[in-house]
């Protein structure tokens, strides 16, 4: 199986700035995809950003221009770099990658870090 960890979650200003870190670990033959998703509370979950093994990236139209994800597939790590943080942007943002186990593609997510964004 897979399993990712997230860190770098925590307590921001409006008009900070955080980077989260994921890194993937387990027996896996390959990764494509990694991604970014966050959930309010309230709310359902939904895509921050998306990127690719090949370095294609997809982000949230209210995100762009303030996150910026990479990953390093070496070390199968996927990074969300955050600037420009609203209390809106307060959420538990999951890592998600999809990952080959076998002959079989499996969608997997972590556990989750909080991101708060407050004065």
């Known amino acids: 199986q897979v399993q990712l960890v997230e860190s770098g979650g925590g307590l921001v200003q409006p008009g900070g700035s955080l980077r989260l870190s994921c890194v993937a670990s387990?027996?896996?033959?390959?990764?494509?995809?990694m991604a970014w998703y966050r959930q309010a509370p309230g709310k359902e979950r939904e895509l921050v950003a998306l990127?690719?093994?090949?370095?294609?990236?997809n982000y949230a139209e209210s995100m762009k221009g303030r996150f910026t994800i990479s990953r390093e597939n070496a070390e199968n790590k996927v990074y969300l770099q955050m600037n420009g943080l609203k209390p809106d942007d307060t959420a538990v943002y999951y890592c998600?990658?999809?990952?080959?186990?076998?002959?079989?593609?499996?969608?997997?997510w972590g556990q989750g870090t909080q991101v708060t964004v407050s004065s």
């Open positions: 998600n990658a999809d990952a080959v186990v076998g002959m079989t593609w499996y969608t997997y």
């Open positions: 387990g027996r896996f033959s390959s990764i494509n995809a």
């Open positions: 990127i690719t093994s090949a370095g294609s990236t």
